[in-house]
């Protein structure tokens, strides 16, 4: 199947009329076709925002709010189709499917709650004034997302940038396009209005940049790499247009002997298997007090070895990815690291064993870098100082665990572990926690209700009133 865009409303031929391959990674074997875009294509689907975005903005909350739920209406409707546009192109197991779908939808439902909320507020400045601010949209909002979730990032992005009354100009990866595409058509057939939500398909170079350019867009949101999150902040600075970054993780998590050591082992599986270890929020480092680290080791290993490809966990996305994780294997040999469990790839499609690498060197590669990938690597720790110069040993700050039974050494971790959101014990970090990075994990915040401010400008407003 050949996918083309989705601008103004309609599916669109890209101009140049090139489409790139897609493979499924469960098989390796060729996907589907999507359009190969460029910069003809990133003006159309612009133009196509400029044009819708006034009307939707004067519209009221409560109007786009139904719209929004409109929207959410359809995904439910049409979730079976979803979970297979993106099973078609990443591979992931049913069970995950279905809950980033329910996400997805979950998304739009949330924001469409709370946009009746999202409101100015007046400032008191004596009888003789009326000083009130607004939150108004940016115009036209480029939304980048990544292969890993395409569908949930893009909704997490796509329903707040709605919400307050922007257009939106999605690139979704080239590998992973086609349930982005196909939520811009179910928008559309729920009522959202033709050029509010526009797809353009291709790579970061031949559509991404040309967005990221472009002088009508007025904000942008990426979620992806540090090296391409890097190239758009230059953008963004040089055009003086805010950004949202959501970069990469090299995540801890801290366990202490007097913790549940039960959940706390199957929050480190976790962090292996969902997705296959493809979130940049996995808390990949697990750090275990010495006393009990041969065990929490021990217990980990044994339960990912258990896991099933294609049962449990999915294959590697992109060729490139699983060609990576190799890499890092390759690298942590040479370095001497020898891994308790896994360290090679099965023998089928883009799937990689479950690994973990025990009481690992922190200055080993392994060790600081992002491997995107079903890897966990270990330390001990003697005493709390120790954790906490370890969970801060690194160049990113996205997210934290900590699991203890002493809760108030838990939330004095929190306040010093230099990470965006600290989950201690396994505190829920959901659509209504603010989610973002410190240092090179980016910045910027979405989710939740900072998410709608992030896409809304505040103008002040002050009026003088006449004595008599």
């Not at 996400?103 to 009130?132: K, N, P």
């Not at 990032?153 to 690139?171: D, F, S």
Request: glycine share 10%.
């Amino acid at each position: 199947m050949r996918h083309g865009h989705w601008i103004g409303g309609k599916p669109e031929e890209p101009a140049n009329q090139a489409y790139l391959p897609t493979l499924d990674p469960t098989t390796r074997l060729p996907g589907d076709e999507v359009a190969a875009g460029s910069a003809p294509d990133v003006d159309r689907a612009v133009a196509a925002a400029v044009a819708a975005q006034p009307a939707w903005a004067r519209r009221s909350a409560a109007d786009r709010s139904e719209v929004l739920h409109g929207i959410a209406d359809a995904m439910e409707a049409g979730a079976d189709e979803l979970i297979e546009r993106e099973r078609a192109c990443t591979g992931k197991v049913p069970g995950q499917l279905r809950t980033e779908v329910e996400m997805s939808t979950a998304y739009f439902r949330y924001y469409a709650g709370i946009l009746r909320a999202h409101q100015g507020r007046t400032i008191d400045q004596g009888a003789h004034s009326h000083t009130y601010t607004r939150l108004e949209p940016y115009g036209v909002v480029a939304v980048i997302t990544p292969w890993n979730l395409p569908l949930n990032q893009a909704c997490r992005a796509l329903a707040p940038a709605l919400a307050v009354g922007n257009a939106v100009v999605a690139k979704p990866s080239e590998f992973t396009s086609a349930s982005t595409l196909h939520l811009a058509r179910l928008a559309t057939e729920a009522g959202l209005p033709d050029g509010l939500l526009n797809v353009v398909t291709g790579t970061g170079r031949d559509v991404g940049t040309p967005l990221a350019l472009h002088p009508a867009v007025g904000r942008i949101a990426f979620t992806g790499s540090v090296a391409t999150g890097r190239h758009l902040a230059t953008v963004a600075a040089d055009r003086i247009v805010p950004l949202t970054l959501e970069l990469g993780g090299k995540s801890p998590l801290l366990v202490f002997a007097d913790a549940d050591l039960d959940r706390a082992v199957a929050a480190a599986v976790t962090a292996i298997g969902f997705n296959a270890g493809q979130v940049c929020s996995a808390t990949t480092r697990l750090l275990v007090e010495a006393s009990v680290h041969d065990e929490v080791v021990a217990r980990v290993a044994e339960a990912v070895e258990l896991l099933e490809p294609g049962v449990d966990f999915g294959p590697m996305i992109t060729e490139a990815q699983y060609e990576k994780v190799l890499a890092h294997f390759e690298t942590a040999r040479a370095q001497g690291a020898v891994p308790v469990t896994g360290g090679s790839a099965y023998d089928h499609g883009l799937y990689i064993r479950p690994t973990v690498y025990a009481d690992v060197d922190p200055a080993l590669r392994i060790a600081r870098e992002e491997v995107f990938g079903p890897v966990l690597v270990t330390m001990p720790f003697a005493d709390e100082a120790e954790a906490l110069t370890l969970a801060n040993d690194t160049e990113y700050g996205l997210v934290a665990a900590v699991w203890s039974g002493d809760v108030a050494r838990g939330l004095r971790l929190a306040e010093r572990i230099d990470a965006g959101q600290v989950a201690i014990n396994g505190g829920p970090l959901t659509i209504e926690t603010p989610f973002g990075g410190y240092k090179r994990s980016g910045y910027g915040r979405e989710k939740g209700i900072d998410a709608l401010h992030e896409y809304a400008r505040t103008k002040t407003v002050s009026l003088s009133i006449a004595q008599f």
